[in-house]
């Protein structure tokens, strides 16, 4: 089968296909033929060696964290043969850019009925990423007000929607050129940081989702209401500490880390068929222009997601 790997830590000169036998699938394994695979900056952060403690010495490396597909071998799992599926592997790992993937049945979903495998690829990380964040650690309740500061790329638009499912009151930030387009997500409210610095607001948010990571906790406190949270998805030094100031406060500042979790899935499935949130993508590239394909994710200024074809099933009806 094809797979997409990192030979090295490096630009994406070190990104290859290569030739690699089916993966085999152990004990609560699945393995999925896959057909469509979404991009994510943290594929550009492994293959840059930011995060070698995790992702080791050893290569290749292959590369890719959530897809779309069907189900080849459904092990002892209650999938069938053929049934389509969509999900997020767990760690560092990646191996979706191929075209096969084993993984834990726990960290896929089967897909929902009017998605097309782009469009279903492109949902497994950023909307688990967004909706953890915003429901669980935010707690975000119906009426209350949530600023969503990156508002356009691929965790942006789908919190967007999410926050706006569980009742919240969006403001959005992004670049100007994107203002129309977060408010057609749902953003009640759609400011540009080149034009209304969000810092010099007037505004209190229960929730400020920091999806960019270019705020820190200290710089935004005086936007959180009194038992305000400040939520990035940025791991850098001050949020530790920051973290650890938290017992002595009621305004608290968070971490997400992404998880697959089945439940998580089933709750994007049931709202991705009930329409009440679409998919963005920006760009589906094929498999052979993955080094173009990340080379876009690294200008910082997708639109939702980049996605890569891998299969030949399905397919049809792509979002542009
Ligand atoms: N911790 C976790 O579990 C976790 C999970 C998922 C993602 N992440 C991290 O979350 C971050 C965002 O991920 P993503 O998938 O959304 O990335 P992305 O799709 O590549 O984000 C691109 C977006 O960034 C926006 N942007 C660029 N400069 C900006 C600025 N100064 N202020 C606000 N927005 C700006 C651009 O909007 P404009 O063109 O409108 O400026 C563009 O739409 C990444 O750092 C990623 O590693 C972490």
Redesign the pocket.
């Known amino acids: 089968m094809k797979l997409a790997i990192n030979e090295r830590y490096g630009t994406v000169e070190v990104i290859k296909l290569i030739d690699a036998p089916v993966p085999k699938i152990s004990s609560n394994q699945v393995l999925v033929k896959v057909v469509a695979a979404a991009l ?3 594929d550009i ?1 492994v293959r840059k060696g930011k995060f070698k403690r995790f992702t080791g010495k050893k290569f290749p490396q292959s590369i890719g964290f959530d897809f779309s597909g069907t189900i080849e071998d459904p092990g002892t799992s209650s999938y069938e043969k053929g049934e389509q599926v969509f999900g997020m592997l767990n760690g560092w790992q990646g191996r979706c850019c191929a075209e096969f993937v084993n993984i834990d049945a726990k960290e896929l979903y089967k897909m929902p009925d009017n998605l097309s495998f782009e469009a279903a690829a492109g949902v497994p ?2 909307g688990q ?1 967004a909706l953890q964040a915003i429901r669980d650690i935010g707690q975000l309740k119906s009426g209350q007000k949530i600023c969503i ?2 508002g ?5 638009t789908i919190a967007i929607q999410i926050a706006r499912a569980l009742g919240g009151i969006v403001t959005s ?3 100007s ?2 203002l129309e387009f977060c408010r057609s997500l749902g953003a009640h409210y759609s400011l540009a ?1 080149s034009e209304t610095p969000i810092l010099d607001s007037k505004d209190r948010f229960d929730v400020f989702f920091d ?4 705020y820190s906790f200290k710089e935004t406190a005086h936007l959180l209401t009194d038992q305000g949270k400040y939520i990035t ?3 850098k030094p001050d949020i530790f500490k920051e973290l650890i100031w938290n017992f002595w406060r009621k305004k608290k500042a968070k ?4 998880k697959s979790k089945r439940a998580d899935l089933n709750w994007l499935h049931d709202q991705l068929e009930e329409e009440k949130i679409k998919p963005v993508v920006d760009k589906v590239y094929p498999l052979s222009d993955i080094k173009a394909a990340q080379e876009y ?1 690294e200008s ?4 939702g997601k980049i996605i890569l074809q891998l299969g030949q099933v399905g397919g049809e009806g792509l979002i542009s």
């Open positions: 994510n900056p943290k952060l990380l950023v990423t500061n990156g356009s790329g691929g965790v942006g930030v992004s670049s050129k994107n940081y999806v960019f990571g270019n998805t940025v791991p971490l997400v880390v992404v994710i910082k200024r997708a639109k």
